[in-house]
């Protein structure tokens, strides 16, 4: 089974801070990446697929970078709205899916 | 636009059948290009997906669920469903639903049920 660690498990920040959360697989996923933003008590929405591909109406201070078995997701910008807690997920191995472990982004 | 919408008994009891249903509006089910899933999360705790499954009733598991896990599609409803057997307390979670398209990520979630499994 391909696993998926991330790091940190939390950090702070304040608004306006550059945020930087790094997703590794175990084995080569090429591109297949996603990132989710969860907030208490709601379901996990999606942000980006495909490693880089942005979903239509998330706002374009959220980007994602990577290939391989290194991800990153970079939030320029931190604003209000974005202190959550961030998921990724490769789905690379045809039908199954794995979500790494979560970054909670918390007020500094 | 697509909604998704769970339900469900909201205690089960140990050792006993999870039965949920989740119900997709605004969209049809049936498209080839899209698969409907399951995901849960514990108390506390991250996501894991438990299974998908096709309009037309194929599906694929989570390897550490498979022997306990039954996701079924009925198309005529809009509905699809799932079956967690035999449950203990580990199962008590907040189950999602999700539509993906085939090998890709979640881009549509139900706002999820919580399911507690207790005597």
């Known amino acids: 089974d391909i696993q998926m660690t991330q790091s940190p498990s939390t950090l702070s920040a304040s608004v306006g801070d550059r945020v930087t959360i790094t997703c590794r697989a175990s084995?080569?996923?090429?591109?297949?990446l996603a990132w989710y933003q969860q907030k208490p008590g709601k379901a996990p929405k999606l942000l980006i697929f495909?490693?880089?591909s942005l979903k239509s109406g998330v706002p374009s201070r959220f980007s994602g970078s990577g290939s391989g078995t290194e991800f990153t997701l970079t939030i320029t910008s931190l604003q209000p709205d974005d202190f959550a807690t961030y998921y990724c997920?490769?789905?690379?191995?045809?039908?199954?899916?794995?979500f790494g472990q979560g970054t909670k982004v918390e007020i500094k | 636009q697509l909604q998704l919408q769970e339900s469900g008994p909201g205690l089960v009891k140990p050792s006993e059948t999870l039965s949920l249903t989740c119900s997709v509006s605004?969209?049809?089910?049936?498209?080839?290009?899209?698969?409907w899933g399951w995901i849960r999360q514990p108390p506390g705790k991250g996501l894991e997906w438990i299974g998908s499954?096709?309009?037309?009733?194929?599906?694929h598991y989570t390897p550490s669920l498979k022997s306990r896990v039954t996701i079924s599609v009925d198309t005529s409803k809009s509905q699809f469903s799932l079956r967690l057997s035999p449950v203990t307390a580990a199962d008590t979670a907040v189950y999602y639903c999700?539509?993906?398209?085939?090998?890709?990520?979640?881009?549509?979630w139900g706002q999820g049920t919580t399911v507690t499994v207790s005597s």
């Open positions: 999700a539509r993906h398209p085939r090998g890709d990520a979640m881009d549509v």
């Open positions: 605004g969209g049809s089910i049936s498209s080839s290009s899209y698969y």
């Open positions: 499954v096709s309009y037309s009733g194929s599906t």
């Open positions: 084995q080569s996923i090429s591109s297949w």
């Open positions: 495909k490693a880089s």
């Open positions: 997920q490769q789905h690379n191995s045809y039908f199954t899916w794995t």
